[in-house]
């Protein structure tokens, strides 16, 4: 995927404001992933307008049909995955929803989730949780959350990173 784009943030806001479903948008995300052919056709230069036409109105959901076309005939099908992609993070964001990832070395129990969802919650009052876990065996132990645009690094590995730091005076 291309780095988002203020182009992409732009159309995403744009839809927000005219009301098209996150259903519709995660259709749209959900078939260009699956099928990454569609793109292909509409962003090809060599395929005429009127068939990229065709194709957005047989697959597409009806609300973003017209939207797709536009994209199309002003050859911007290419920002089509970082739409959706920023739709969905201007969605979290009106409706007040923190995206994190928990990576740990091993599964957690209840009780660290637990620990980490009030550590969150006094990091980011106000919002809504949704939350994933990883296991990334690199770290060694601990854990590391990434939420929204920070990084909470309490793994083993982040420890000797700024332990190393600090004894070199970087």
């Known amino acids: 995927m ?7 943030i732009n159309y995403a806001k744009a839809l927000h404001e005219l009301n098209i ?3 519709s948008m995660q259709t749209i995300k959900a078939i260009i992933e699956a099928v990454p052919a569609v793109c292909e056709v509409l962003e090809a230069p060599v395929v005429p307008k009127e068939e990229k036409r065709r194709v957005a109105d047989r697959i597409f959901p009806e609300e973003t049909r017209s939207f797709v076309k536009l994209l199309c005939d002003y050859d911007r099908a290419d920002q089509l995955a970082n739409i959706c992609e920023a739709y969905e993070i201007e969605y979290r964001r009106i409706h ?3 995206k994190a990832e928990i990576y740990s070395a091993k599964p957690l129990g209840d009780e660290k989730k637990q620990e980490i969802e009030k550590f969150l919650q ?3 009052p106000d ?8 296991i990334e ?3 060694m132990g601990g854990t590391k959350i990434v939420a929204g645009n920070m990084e909470y690094d309490n ?4 420890r000797l990173h ?8 970087r």
């Open 2 to 8: 291309m780095p988002m784009t203020q182009t992409a």
């Open 21 to 23: 479903s996150r259903e």
């Open 96 to 98: 007040h929803i923190l």
């Open 122 to 124: 006094k990091q980011y």
């Open 127 to 134: 919002m809504t949780y949704q939350l994933s876990y990883d």
């Open 137 to 139: 065996k690199k770290l």
């Open 155 to 158: 793994s083993y590995e982040g």
């Open 162 to 169: 700024q332990l190393e730091l600090k004894l070199t005076g």
